[in-house]
């Protein structure tokens, strides 16, 4: 069955230091990956997704088939960027998406 | 315009009640979706819809829980005889018709605690 590991519950970095959250998928087809992000009292919304290969608020995910990886990274965190982050698949044919268990990411003053 | 929406906001019932929980999509969106969220967890797929029709239900835990849309529009899920196991946020979502990127717009989830 299709699986999504994001490996670290809880990540806290201080404030312009790089930023990496990690996600590792099991799944032997072509995926379709996303990053899908929830501030604080808000809903859950898409941050990006590796067909777009966009930076959106700062924020790459490059999507590597050969280690089964889509890391989130981010140069130089800033205090808004704290959030729980979780990352997404969607396989061939199928519409659902199957999430990871989500990274609280905090960023220190 | 407005977004997703789900009611009620929060839920409390006795075990071994009925529950019914609301999802209205964005207005045109003909794709629905319904996840369960426990607490510490990810996101877990209940169901799906296109249209009217449910294409995968692969996700409903037991035969206790039951989804419908009508119109194309909102949609219901229904969980009976509910177990403690059963508390958890109940998200929906919802996707432009397909070509549309894919997206999914979620709701702000029913919070549901059985006691």
């Known amino acids: 069955a299709q699986r999504v590991t994001q490996p670290e519950k809880l990540l806290s970095v201080f404030k312009g230091a790089p930023v990496e959250l990690k996600c590792n998928y099991s799944?032997?087809?072509?995926?379709?990956l996303f990053w899908y992000v929830q501030y604080s009292r808000q809903r859950l919304q898409l941050l990006l997704r590796h067909i777009s290969r966009e930076s959106i608020k700062g924020f790459t995910a490059d999507l590597n088939k050969g280690e089964t990886s889509f890391h989130l990274k981010k140069p130089f965190a800033q205090e808004e960027d704290s959030a729980m982050y979780y990352c997404?698949?969607?396989?061939?044919?199928?519409?659902?998406?199957?999430f990871g268990q989500g990274t609280r990411l905090t960023i220190n003053p | 315009g407005a977004g997703v929406s789900q009611s009620p906001s929060n839920k409390v019932t006795e075990k071994g009640k009925d529950v019914e929980l609301r999802c209205d999509p964005i207005?045109?969106?003909?794709?629905l979706y319904w996840y369960r969220q426990r607490l510490g967890q990810g996101l877990e797929f209940l169901i799906y819809?296109?249209?009217?029709?449910?294409?995968?239900k692969s996700g409903l835990p037991s035969d206790r829980f039951s989804a419908e849309r009508t119109g194309e529009s909102v949609s219901t899920l229904t969980i009976q005889r509910t177990q403690q196991e059963d508390s958890a946020v109940y998200l929906c979502a919802s996707t432009q018709p397909l070509g549309g990127g894919h997206e999914q717009y979620f709701g702000p989830g029913t919070r549901l605690t059985v006691t």
């Open positions: 207005s045109g969106h003909t794709a």
């Open positions: 997404a698949l969607r396989t061939q044919g199928a519409q659902k998406l199957v």
């Open positions: 799944y032997s087809g072509s995926p379709e």
């Open positions: 819809f296109q249209g009217n029709s449910a294409p995968d």
